[in-house]
């Protein structure tokens, strides 16, 4: 489609400075069709981008190799651009916008010299629902541009739906690497030096600009940049929440089903947890989302969730037959594998694939790769970030109603992240202030899916939100506590903190996880039906020892320690949370989370 062709004056305009600013060689509108995403990859084929992979095994997918300096999302360039510092928070970067978009309009021009300007009109969330949000990405990527195709709603339908006048939140892409009269790429991952890259959000004019990396969160800018840092700011003023949550949906062996919520940090197990297969008997967990849920109000005073995504881009690594068969059998066709390993007959390997790499491969970045199970400081075939990015529909779990425009009503809300020690496998809020307490103090092992991060370190990473909360923490804190004013308790999710990470002396893990999580989100599940059994502690509510059943391999002395409160631990949490983590919001940290903290550090004394 041409940019002539389009009807909203204000969008054409935007289009046309852009052109004038990039100076791209031409322009195309994206229409969202299967023959565009087909015209893509053959060009990405073509020009070497893109390598494609066996038709028999894989058909329909194409792997992709990142330049091995993007191949995550980089936060110590991502930036909150808010007028004034503060309502950036402590927890963003944050720069003049003004000053921001000088440097930035500098880099943008001429950027995409030698390339093709994409214009990708999309929505997050079912189109022309009354809670989806539009957004209109400019790109120079066309690896983002079949990326978008899967992960969000692209094309003329969304045009349709923004008319002449309508909403949309301009996205600016460009991977920053312009291109001189005659020079290719030559199947090289295009994107700019880590100094050059900007992940940028204006939030009060709800802007968004990314320039230099083509990877991931940081260029497919419906995901994180639009559904949860310009989203959160947007949910605040009118309130609702945004959040890095899955959804799922859960039915017991009566046939009665809840919505359940989770937040767990990235890599912390949203994706395999949202597609779980039950370990026990007659359970049922059907898929509504697997990154990020957007949660308003229904007229009956419950929170009702829908995910504005509408593909998968998860985590490859540590993904099986064994542990996540629902998102194996996701990536059999029309998938996009990013940094994976390849077999000689062009299949996909990754560790934790479930069986030895079947020969040679080449790896992520490209080179010839033996596997040498002696040697265990061996470099992985797939970057342990590697990502596959497929359709959701293609997921055999899918819950029938997970595009419904009115969302799921959510029963319980769940936080969680990697500690090996201290949190228990469950327990529960008293109330939702004391949730909203449980979701301020999440802290996680630092996993390999932002770049700048020290791997295997704990970090706080309150509501799994901490690299993706478009404002001042400390005032997203209040909001969530205002959410729960706006209802009654009875009708606002109950709230959990889970902990599938829990580690033995030994470094081995206490809990088997996966599937076997199951067993305690029945607890969940019958908690919120007002039967799971429970015992009352200075942490909150906890299973009695037998309210879950035990997995197999789990020793009785496990499951004690697994559901044990560590009372010194938890002294040291707090005192830790005390001093050093809620300090840091200054005098936007709620006084209903000092009285939470001031409340559980007496009973932890008695
Ligand atoms: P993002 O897409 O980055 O937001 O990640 P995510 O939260 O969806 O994480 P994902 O489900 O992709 O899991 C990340 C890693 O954690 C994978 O390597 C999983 O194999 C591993 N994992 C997930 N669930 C469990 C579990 O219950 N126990 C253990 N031990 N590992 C898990
Ligand atoms: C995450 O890092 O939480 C992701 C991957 O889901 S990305 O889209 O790159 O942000
Ligand atoms: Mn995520």
Not at 276 to 290: A, H, N, R, Y
Request: net charge neutral.
């Amino acid at each position: 489609m041409k940019v002539e062709e389009l009807q909203h004056e204000g969008l054409k305009k935007w289009i046309q400075e852009a052109v004038a600013l990039m100076q791209p060689e031409d322009v195309y509108v994206c229409d969202g069709s299967q023959q565009e995403y087909d015209a893509m990859i053959k060009k990405l084929v073509d020009s070497g981008m893109a390598t494609p992979l066996n038709p028999q095994k894989r058909p329909g997918c194409y792997l992709f190799r990142s330049d091995p300096s993007d191949v995550a999302r980089v936060e110590n360039r991502t930036y909150i651009a808010s007028k004034s510092q503060d309502d950036a928070g402590p927890t963003n970067n944050w720069l003049d916008p003004v000053e921001l978009k000088k440097t930035m309009t500098d880099l943008y021009r001429g950027c995409m010299k030698g390339r093709h300007m994409y214009v990708i009109p999309f929505s997050m969330g079912p189109v022309g629902s009354n809670i989806a949000k539009i957004g209109v990405e400019i790109t120079d990527s066309e690896y983002v541009v079949v990326n978008m195709h899967i992960m969000t709603r692209v094309g003329k339908k969304v045009l349709d739906v923004l008319g002449k006048n309508g909403e949309y939140v301009p996205c600016l892409h460009s991977v920053g690497k312009p291109l001189a009269a005659g020079e290719s790429d030559n199947g090289k991952w295009p994107c700019a030096p880590l100094e050059k890259k900007y992940i940028s959000h204006f939030p009060e004019t709800r802007e968004i600009w990314s320039y230099g990396s083509g990877y991931g969160g940081n260029a497919l800018l419906g995901k994180k940049c639009l559904a949860l840092r310009i989203a959160s700011v947007i949910a605040r003023d009118e309130g609702w929440l945004a959040e890095h949550m899955l959804i799922l949906k859960i039915t017991n062996p009566a046939g009665k089903s809840k919505y359940i919520c989770a937040a767990f940090p990235s890599a912390c197990g949203k994706t395999n947890l949202a597609m779980l297969v039950p370990t026990i008997p007659g359970w049922k967990v059907e898929t509504v989302g697997d990154d990020i849920a957007w949660m308003k109000f229904g007229k009956d005073g419950r929170l009702y969730a829908i995910n504005p995504e509408a593909g998968f881009f998860g985590v490859a690594p540590g993904t099986n037959m064994q542990s996540n068969p629902n998102a194996m059998r996701s990536i059999e066709k029309n998938t996009i594998f990013t940094n994976v390993g390849m077999t000689e007959d062009k299949d996909v390997w990754w560790e934790g694939i479930g069986y030895d790499a079947p020969g040679k491969l080449i790896d992520w970045k490209g080179n010839e790769w033996v596997q040498d199970k002696n040697n265990k400081a061996q470099e992985p075939a797939a970057h342990p970030n590697a990502r596959f990015t497929a359709p959701a529909r293609q997921c055999p779990v899918m819950a029938p109603e997970w595009e419904d425009p009115n969302g799921v009503p959510v029963d319980a809300i769940l936080f969680g992240g990697r500690r090996p020690s201290i949190v228990p496998l469950v327990h529960e809020a008293k109330n939702w202030v004391h949730g909203v307490f449980m979701g301020s103090i999440v802290g996680s092992e630092i996993t390999t899916a932002a770049l700048d991060l020290k791997a295997g370190t704990i970090r706080r990473d309150p509501f799994a939100m901490l690299p993706f909360c478009g404002y001042h923490m400390g005032d997203y804190f209040k909001h969530w506590i205002n959410i729960g004013k706006k209802t009654t308790e009875d009708k606002l999710p109950k709230i959990f903190f889970v902990n599938w990470f829990r580690k033995t002396a030994d470094g081995k893990w206490l809990w088997p996880g996966y599937g076997e999580n199951s067993r305690v989100l029945a607890w969940i599940f019958e908690r919120c039906d007002g039967t799971g059994k429970a015992v009352d502690t200075p942490i909150g509510y906890m299973p009695t020892i037998d309210a879950i059943q035990r997995p197999e391999g789990v020793s009785e002395a496990d499951m004690k320690e697994l559901l044990a409160v560590d009372i010194e631990g938890w002294k040291k949490e707090i005192a830790d949370i005390r001093e050093n983590h809620y300090p840091k919001f200054g005098s936007k940290l709620p006084k209903e989370l000092w009285d939470e903290l001031d409340a559980i550090e007496k009973r932890l004394q008695k």
